[in-house]
């Protein structure tokens, strides 16, 4: 039996016997990148058996990675900064996995960042039997222990105007560092990640790299993936020159690489590498035409889904998507859209804010420019949803969400996704009815499409229910919408 204790009333008795002390006796130190053999005897005698080490993380540290190989039987890792963690009920950090090896990972972004300085480190065996290896009982378990570090120190030098391809590698915590020399007289100079599949953030520093945001002199932490960072050019303000150290990071998905783009520009417009706007594809079907025309919401308190009306880029979603934090309208709105069912949508757009109505949780909005602000090419048209009518529904009625839900990708942004359902019932609310559904619908699909087998716009997701596991989704049809708006999305569609 392992010997794990989680309650808080067993905590007392952990704190006071020995069982659950690990004898630690003599410490030994690991050196970075060099795996040291070791063996735990298994004597019964006071504590449990383990074996401890330490070993130092130094100033320009992002993260530590601590592996146990070659194990012989099932032990676990502890780790303690400062001192040994002889209860193991108050480490840091731990790994019980019942696999033989185990690995820790730790970095200044964990929930207990990495700090500098001593650590120490138990592998435990946590059984109150001894182990069996090819068939005998035996009394000592061989294992390997290495510790590695992964360094702020950057990995190439960008030359301003020129851009640089990066991958972020979970092995790296998603984490890296780039450098770029301002030359003296600069104003102002920009940051821009682009193609990319990642929400990617900056920091930027002089002296050293950031390894967080606390030790970032500038840092940009929006929800996009185009991520970018202006320094200077601010009134009065007078720019440091030199060399500066950027930190780009994924803090959200750590399972896979992600490539991105990085340019730094000297002075405050976007290059014309990453302006241009390219023309939206022609659908080659229904489908097709309803995945273009449903958007990814972006703005500075949150995402959630869109969908276009009109040729000219008027668009709906809910009111809670687009609102800031403050109750007023964020004050940067923009609109992603898929290129590709396979990947995340492309950031093109910045929207502004026609009209919202929050008693139903609704908004209106406008698409008026590029991602950077840059003018829309003359004569532009989007790809746009007809409004079905949604008074004619009845229960048992199929329909389907087109959306961009958080559950959607593994990555720390997600690629458009359908789920399907029937009208499970209605709901009055004020000047019209809500439709419940049984369809999935998750935090991200707000805003986005509810259609029929024609591909036509019955309503956007609004809201769920959950109630111990049992959910219940709830709609905001086309009848929902103001008067004024169906008028101006017919009238933009006449033109």
């Avoid at 009109?310 to 109750?327: I, M, P, Q």
């Avoid at 909005?365 to 949803?385: E, K, M, T, V």
Wanted: charged share 20%.
């Amino acid at each position: 039996m392992k010997l794990k204790i989680i309650l808080p009333v067993i905590c007392l008795f952990i704190f006071t016997s020995p069982l659950y002390a690990a004898k630690t006796g003599k410490t030994e130190e690991l050196a970075a990148g060099i795996p040291k053999t070791a063996s735990i005897e298994l004597a019964a005698d006071f504590g449990l058996p383990s074996k401890t080490f330490s070993f130092k993380v130094p100033k320009n540290a992002y993260g530590v990675r601590i592996t146990l190989s070659n194990s012989s039987a099932d032990l676990d890792l502890f780790i303690n900064h400062g001192s040994k963690p002889d209860e193991l009920s108050l480490v840091d950090f731990s790994s019980e996995e019942d696999d033989y090896n185990e690995s820790i990972f730790i970095t200044r972004q964990s929930e207990s960042p990495l700090e500098s300085g001593i650590y120490y480190v138990s592998a435990v065996y946590q059984y109150d039997y001894l182990p069996m290896i090819d068939g005998k009982r035996v009394e000592n378990i061989d294992f390997s222990i290495k510790y590695e570090v992964i360094t702020s120190e950057p990995e190439a030098v960008l030359r301003p105007g020129y851009a640089r391809s990066l991958v972020l590698k979970p092995e790296n915590g998603m984490f890296a560092v780039v450098s770029v020399d301002i030359p003296r007289g600069t104003a102002s100079f920009r940051i821009d990640v682009f193609d990319t599949d990642a929400d990617i953030d900056i920091f930027a520093s002089t002296k050293t790299a950031a390894k967080s945001r606390d030790e970032a002199m500038y840092a940009s932490e929006s929800m996009l993936g185009s991520e970018s960072l202006h320094i200077g050019g601010y009134s009065g303000s007078r720019l440091t020159t030199g060399r500066y150290y950027i930190s780009l990071i994924d803090q959200l998905a750590k399972e896979l690489p992600r490539e991105l783009s990085i340019i730094v520009t000297l002075g405050e417009d976007a290059p014309g590498k990453i302006t241009e706007i390219p023309r939206m594809p022609e659908p080659a079907d229904s489908f097709e035409s309803a995945v273009l025309s449903t958007i990814e919401v972006i703005s500075g308190n949150g995402k959630g889904s869109g969908c276009l009306l009109s040729r000219d880029g008027l668009f709906v979603t809910n009111w809670h998507v687009v609102r800031g934090a403050d109750g007023s309208p964020s004050d940067e709105i923009f609109a992603a859209v898929s290129l590709s069912v396979y990947n995340p949508p492309v950031e093109m757009f910045s929207a502004q804010l026609i009209d919202y109505n929050e008693e139903l949780d609704l908004a209106l909005l406008q698409i008026n420019a590029g991602r950077y602000g840059q003018s829309l090419p003359f004569g532009y048209d989007f790809p746009y949803y007809r409004l079905g009518d949604s008074a004619a529904l009845r229960i048992g009625q199929p329909l389907g969400i087109l959306g961009y839900p958080e559950v959607g990708g593994t990555g720390s942004r997600t690629s458009i996704t359908f789920t399907s359902g029937i009208v499970s019932g209605f709901e009055a609310a004020p000047g019209c009815s809500l439709i419940k559904t049984d369809a999935s619908i998750s935090s991200g699909n707000s805003g986005g499409a509810v259609i029929n087998a024609y591909y036509e716009l019955l309503g956007i997701p609004g809201y769920i229910m959950d109630i111990n596991n049992d959910k219940m989704g709830y709609i905001y049809p086309v009848t929902c919408f103001p008067e004024e708006w169906i008028d101006r999305i017919k009238l933009a569609n006449d033109r």
